[in-house]
C-alpha cells in the first residue's frame, strides 16, 4: 500500500508542476503577441485586432508637439505608399533624431481610429551608414 501511496503523490505533484509550467507558457504567449506591421497592413486589419502592435513607417510634416516638448503627434505614412496614413499620438520623450520624413517605429494600440504610442523610435539616418563603410 505504501508503494500505490508513494506513486499518487508523485503523480499528483507532476500533474500539477505540469499544469503550472503550462498555464505559464501559455501566459507568456499570449501576451506577448505583437503584430509587426507597416502602416498599409495595420489599415487593413480591423483595429480590435490591434491591441498590441508595432508599425513602422515614415513622419510627415503635420508633427504637433505640445508646449511642455514632451511627445508629439503625427500622421505615420506607408514606406511604398505615402497617401496611407495613421494618426500617432505619443505621450514621452522623443529621440533627437525625430523629425518630418524619419523612418519611425512605434510600439502600442489602436484606439478608435488613431495609434496611441507608448514607445517611438527613430531608424538611424543614413549618413551613419556610410562612416561605418568607410571604416569596415
Known amino acids: ?10 503523480l499528483t505533484a507532476f500533474v500539477l508542476l505540469a499544469g503550472g509550467v503550462g498555464f505559464m507558457l501559455w501566459s507568456a504567449l499570449s501576451e ?17 485586432k490591434l491591441k498590441s502592435a508595432r508599425l513602422f513607417g515614415v513622419a510627415a ?3 504637433v508637439k505640445p508646449q511642455n516638448g514632451l511627445g508629439a503627434s503625427f500622421t505615420l505614412r506607408d514606406l511604398e505608399r505615402p497617401e496611407l496614413g495613421i494618426r500617432v499620438h ?31 523610435m527613430t531608424k538611424c539616418p543614413s549618413k551613419y551608414e556610410k562612416s561605418n563603410r568607410e571604416h569596415a
Open 32 to 48: 506577448g503577441s505583437m503584430y509587426h506591421l507597416n502602416v498599409s497592413e495595420a489599415v487593413a486589419m480591423p483595429s480590435e
Open 1 to 10: 500500500m505504501s508503494a500505490k501511496k508513494n506513486l499518487c503523490v508523485y
Open 90 to 120: 505619443y505621450r514621452g520623450a522623443l529621440p533627437d533624431t525625430f523629425e518630418k520624413g524619419a523612418e519611425v517605429i512605434v510600439e502600442g494600440r489602436m484606439e478608435g481610429k488613431d495609434f496611441a504610442a507608448k514607445t517611438l
Open 61 to 63: 510634416d503635420d508633427i
